[in-house]
């Protein structure tokens, strides 16, 4: 269910409502950076374009400090001398505080490339971007020399962006976030029943929405379809770290370095609005279009082929009981898909909020993707609450359901 789990991945953000920093008792709840050199540090690009400042620099003091932090974990202040500036500007030495949640993790003496943005809330200066990684270290295959030469070949396109939103009278404030992921094929723009990782919040639902608002502002979304592509995402006209109700992000797409997309929202799920719309957004209060939306499928859908669900890998499930567990074996994944490989009339979904005991929530998952359907037992209904249909997929899909442990 798309709009239930982006209410939960918002509820923390939307919850503090202030620019107050999160109070820690320990650092348990803190995520380590990726490692030095491995995939999860993401592409090279995507980081540029994310950091306002880049330098490689040289740890003089280590020390920590208490100073401002409301808890017993504070954060280990470092003095950062600058080697070398890649991008925007970094004093000749500057103090950083690492924490709560250490991103450099650094030690005295040590260099690295820091990923910097600019502070807002505690202190003034210069921050680690946060994750996946906030510190480039010199690897037995990338030493820093070619690392930096490596960034200084890239140009940033933060600032293309930053352009496309003050042309349509947008402020842009600060970088709130990034991500890459993989858009699916054309064919599928118009479902919004494939959640796609890394592009929640920001995407939600049907690309065709997104797609339709680009091409309002002179873009093409469609170019990327079925392609590699970064968000990057900006706080607009208010100062971060906001995430007040009614709070408006700008969020970009870029594909082969160049911006094939472009769209606002506003928390908690306000959206998503053309950037010419500006009457449309600041009237909008965060709330959601109506849930779940208007049929997308009427003249009968084939549910397996609609979402390629032969492809999934596995299948994760919860019931209304309280049972949860995950379907891992490879035959069973595909009889759950080849019981829903037929077209059947579909009926408008209606959204039971609560379930019931007998409602299961199924999520078939792709890797770098999931579709979410829920079936109710009782009835033999089974909706795909994203794109607003319900179907009766019959007994054979019922027994195999029933089975599932």
């Known amino acids: 269910m798309v709009l239930p789990i982006v209410a939960s991945i918002l509820a923390a953000c939307v919850g503090a409502g202030s620019q107050q920093p999160q109070i820690f008792e320990d ?29 490689t620099v040289r740890v003089t003091k280590a020390e920590r400090t208490y100073s401002g932090y409301k808890d017993r974990v504070g954060a280990r202040r470092l003095t950062l001398r600058t080697l070398e500036t890649l991008k ?32 807002s809330g505690i202190g003034t200066g210069l921050k680690p971007i946060g994750l996946p990684v906030s510190a480039l270290r ?5 030493m820093l020399p070619q690392l930096a030469s490596d960034i200084r070949a890239i140009r940033p396109l933060d600032g293309d962006a930053r352009a496309l939103f003050a042309k349509h009278g947008w402020t842009v ?33 049907s690309l065709d929405r997104y797609a339709i608002l680009s091409d309002d502002i002179g ?14 995402s900006f706080w607009l006209d208010r100062k971060p770290p906001e995430y007040a109700e009614a709070t408006r992000f700008g969020h970009v ?15 908690p799920q306000g959206g998503p609005f ?33 979402y390629d669900l032969a492809r999934a890998t596995w299948v994760a499930y919860k019931t209304g009981a309280g049972q949860s567990g995950s379907i891992t074996d490879a035959a069973r ?73």
């Open 333 to 405: 994944v595909r009889a759950l898909a080849d019981a829903l490989d037929r077209a059947l009339p579909t009926t408008q979904a209606v959204w039971d909020r609560n379930g019931t005991p007998t409602t299961y929530y199924l999520h078939f998952e792709f890797g770098a993707s999931s579709v979410s359907l829920q079936y109710e037992a009782s009835d033999g209904m089974l909706t795909v609450l994203a794109d607003g249909y319900s179907v009766r997929p019959g007994p054979a899909f019922a027994a195999l359901i029933s089975a599932i442990q």
């Open 219 to 232: 873009l093409d979304m469609r170019i990327a379809a079925g392609q590699h592509v970064e968000r990057l």
């Open 274 to 306: 053309s950037l010419r719309d500006r009457a449309g957004v600041l009237a909008s209060s965060g709330a959601p279009a109506s849930f779940p939306p208007v049929n997308r499928f009427p003249n009968g859908a084939n549910i397996a082929q609609a």
């Open 253 to 267: 797409l870029i594909f082969e370095r160049r911006i094939v997309a472009a769209w606002i929202t506003v928390i």
């Open 88 to 119: 925007g500007t970094a004093p000749a030495e500057f103090v950083v505080d690492d924490g709560p949640c250490p991103m450099f993790i650094a030690t005295e003496g040590e260099s690295f490339v820091a990923l910097l943005a600019a502070t």
């Open 27 to 55: 650092m348990a709840a803190c995520l380590a950076p990726a490692d030095p050199g491995s995939a999860a540090e993401g592409s090279l690009a995507v980081l540029v374009d994310r950091a306002e400042v880049i330098a």
């Open 138 to 142: 010199a690897t037995p295959t990338r």
């Open 173 to 205: 404030m600060s970088v709130e976030g990034s991500g890459e992921f993989d858009l699916p094929a054309l064919a599928q723009f118009p479902m919004g029943g494939r959640e796609i990782r890394g592009a929640v919040s920001a995407i939600i639902g």
